[in-house]
T-cell receptor, first 116, second 113 residues
Framework: DGGITQSPKYLFRKEGQNVTLSCEQN?????MYWYRQDPGQGLRLIYY???????QKGDIAEGYSVSREKKESFPLTVTSAQKNPTAFYLC???????????????FGEGSRLTVL | AQSVTQLDSQVPVFEEAPVELRCNYS??????LFWYVQYPNQGLQLLLK??????LVKGINGFEAEFNKSQTSFHLRKPSVHISDTAEYFC???????????FGTGTRLQVTL
């Protein structure tokens, strides 16, 4: 079945370590997104990419990095520069062809990162 | 810039009662509006969306929403809720030219017997 796969689902790391979260989609979507979710704050956009080898900063990009070497993959690295990395991270994708109907985002199941 | 306000952080309701979750948006151009549901420790699932046309939109699980341009609102309603509707609900907006989807802070719907 088509969908978005995030891994790992749960991750524990020590403070100061970089962490990479995986996101793979087989929906043939052009655009991919990373959101961070904290209690009471909704979803905040970290980075997004509309095409391979190109990406843009979202609202809270500091301390994070991404790459988009393949259409299917959009990994997120949480660096040691991120001051409060413990959160629930959600990856999403969206098709860009076809007009307004493509506005819908499809989400993965999320990755919960806990920094000890 | 686009923004979304969900005024109620929590909404408690008894099973089989009606419910309305409020959403107001801010945008100076045409908008596309969405409601998503999130169950604990899961991703978001689309409930319904407004792109154009009829202002009353029907979604999955018996939910519906009404787009009101003059009041810049997109409230979510269900005439009779079930225990299984307990979840967090997010309203989101995207303008016609934007790539980003902006989310509200969410409303926790708690259904009890």
């Amino acid at each position: 079945d088509g969908g978005i796969t995030q891994s790992p689902k749960y991750l524990f790391r020590k403070e100061g370590q970089n962490v990479t979260l995986s996101c793979e989609q087989n929906l043939n979507h052009d655009a991919m997104y990373w959101y961070r979710q904290d209690p009471g704050q909704g979803l905040r956009l970290i980075y997004y990419s509309q095409i391979v080898n190109d990406f843009q900063k979202g609202d809270i990009a500091e301390g994070y990095s991404v790459s988009r070497e393949k259409k299917e993959s959009f990994p997120l690295t949480v660096t040691s520069a991120q001051k409060n990395p413990t959160a629930f991270y959600l990856c999403a994708s969206r098709g860009l062809a076809g007009g307004p109907g493509t506005g819908e985002l499809f989400f993965g199941e999320g990755s919960r990162l806990t920094v000890l | 810039a686009q923004s979304v306000t969900q005024l109620d952080s929590q909404v408690p309701v008894f099973e089989e009662a009606p419910v309305e979750l409020r959403c107001n948006y801010s945008s100076s151009v045409s908008v596309y509006l969405f409601w998503y549901v999130q169950y604990p420790n899961q991703g978001l699932q689309l409930l319904l969306k407004y792109l154009s046309g009829s202002t009353l939109v029907k979604g999955i699980n018996g939910f519906e929403a009404e787009f009101n341009k003059s009041q810049t609102s997109f409230h979510l309603r269900k005439p009779s809720v079930h225990i299984s509707d307990t979840a967090e609900y997010f309203c989101a907006v995207r303008t016609g030219t934007a790539s980003k989807l902006t989310f509200g802070t969410g409303t926790r719907l708690q259904v009890t017997l």
